[in-house]
């Protein structure tokens, strides 16, 4: 990587599979940060494990060389094992022939990824990497939000 590429840390988070959830993510650019989160009242853990990649890659101006940074074994092997070609591939099918799951997200991902050089690492998640507990704070708060009731 270079002194222009983006690093973009996510994380999602979820109360229950379903339940409320959040994603958070931080893009870190030549020492710049910038925060971003969102929630939803009934979603689930993957959905807001993507949603942080998407809006992140969305918030960039620019096609740009970007690291995604994300605890999710789902995301990164997806992106880095050829999951998402293939399910493309097979009209949105696994290999056991089942749909998708989270299809719409997907697409979403695909078309934000296309503008970028996007490279995906896995971290430890819950080990103490700073950037990665910090994601992780940003979609915990924005999952608390989502709930709608003031509860924690």
Request: charged residues 25%; proline residues 3%; negative net charge.
């Amino acid at each position: 990587m270079t002194d222009e590429t983006v690093d973009i840390w996510t994380d999602g988070a979820c109360s229950g599979n379903p339940g409320p959830g959040g994603w958070g993510a931080i893009l870190c650019w030549r020492g710049h940060e910038r925060e971003l989160s969102g929630g939803e009242a009934e979603t689930t853990n993957n959905r807001m494990e993507l949603m942080g990649v998407i809006e992140g890659l969305r918030a960039l101006r620019r096609p740009t060389v970007v690291r995604v940074l994300t605890d999710s074994a789902y995301l990164q092997k997806a992106l880095t094992d050829g999951w998402l070609e293939r399910w493309k591939r097979n009209g949105w099918r696994t290999s056991a022939k089942k749909p998708v799951a989270n299809q719409d997200l997907w697409e979403a991902l695909d078309a934000a990824l296309t503008a970028h050089t996007v490279h995906v690492e896995r971290v430890a998640g819950h080990a103490g990497v700073e950037m990665n507990e910090r994601a992780d704070r940003l979609a915990v708060a924005a999952r608390d939000a989502a709930r709608g009731d003031g509860s924690f």
